[in-house]
């Protein structure tokens, strides 16, 4: 059992900048693939980016590559998301989710969800 709490989300101007962080209790963090998702109002979970279980691969939606960063820290039981240059279209309540499948640009292998951080970006 994963539990995950994200935080760091905010409102910002465009062409700023947000750190999420998203922390994971237990002590199996470290096998889990971690992913990040965005949900915009009336829009689907889309995925933002992801990472595996060693940190030595990492994976971006085309909309946000060069502009956001996925990171880990396994003794800390931590995932970021590092988000530069933010545009209003990026506005979204973001999740982090763990899943043990390499499948990770899709929802639906994530076993384990966050309860999601609010993104604004106004223009």
């Known amino acids: 059992q994963v539990q995950l709490v994200e935080s760091g989300g905010g409102l910002v101007q465009a062409g700023g900048s947000l750190r999420l962080s998203c922390a994971a209790s237990?002590?199996?963090?470290?096998?889990?693939?971690m992913g990040w998702f965005g949900q915009a109002p009336g829009k689907e979970r889309e995925f933002v980016a992801a990472i595996i279980w060693s940190g030595d691969r990492t994976y971006y939606a085309d909309s946000v590559k060069g502009r956001f960063t996925i990171s880990r820290d396994n003794a800390k039981n931590t995932v970021y998301l590092q988000m530069n240059s933010l545009k209003p279209e990026d506005t979204a309540v973001y999740y982090c989710?763990?899943?043990?499948?390499?499948?990770?640009?899709?929802?639906?292998?994530?076993?384990?969800w966050g309860q999601g951080t609010q993104v604004t970006v106004s223009s």
């Open positions: 989710a763990a899943s043990e499948s390499m499948l990770v640009r899709s929802p639906r292998p994530y076993d384990y």
């Open positions: 237990g002590r199996t963090f470290s096998r889990y693939n």
